[in-house]
């Protein structure tokens, strides 16, 4: 967890500095770090927090860069990601509710891109297939 945060940090401090190519190569750093460690994170909350937080700077690191299409791809990813772990049977049931709790943070996420920046083909194919899905990031959303 450590080792992911420090990477963060100095992604965010090459952003805020407008250092993007650094930055956006520190963020895919954390991101497979996250990635990694998705399933050995001993704090299910944490382990789900940090690979939104990996998924959505990337997203806003390409807003910037003008490639909304690229950002859409990265909102999609994880809100994807975040479907299929909480249908995953293998997962620990910590990891699962983390997911679905976080989902609804990546499906606002994702309304909040397309209502200001239009839809993508992926975004279009999300969203078509979870609005005939069950509605998970409905249920009990603390």
């Known amino acids: 967890m450590e080792h992911w945060k420090r990477t963060i940090e100095r992604a965010n401090r090459f952003f805020m500095q407008g250092e993007l190519v650094d930055a956006r190569e520190a963020y895919l750093q954390a991101l497979a770090l996250a990635q990694v460690l998705f399933e050995r ?44 772990a909480m249908q995953d049977p293998r997962l620990p049931q910590a990891l699962r509710e983390a997911a679905l709790r976080q989902s609804s943070k990546t499906y606002v996420e994702l309304l909040s891109f397309i209502s200001e920046h239009g839809e993508y083909p992926r975004t279009h194919r999300l969203l078509h297939v979870d609005a005939a899905a069950p509605a998970p990031h409905h249920h009990g959303v603390h």
């Open 41 to 84: 994170w001993a704090n299910a909350d944490e382990a789900v927090a940090a690979c939104v937080i990996s998924h959505h700077n990337l997203a806003d690191l390409h807003l910037r860069l003008n490639q909304p299409e690229e950002s859409a791809e990265y909102l999609c990813a994880i809100h994807q990601r975040l479907l299929q």
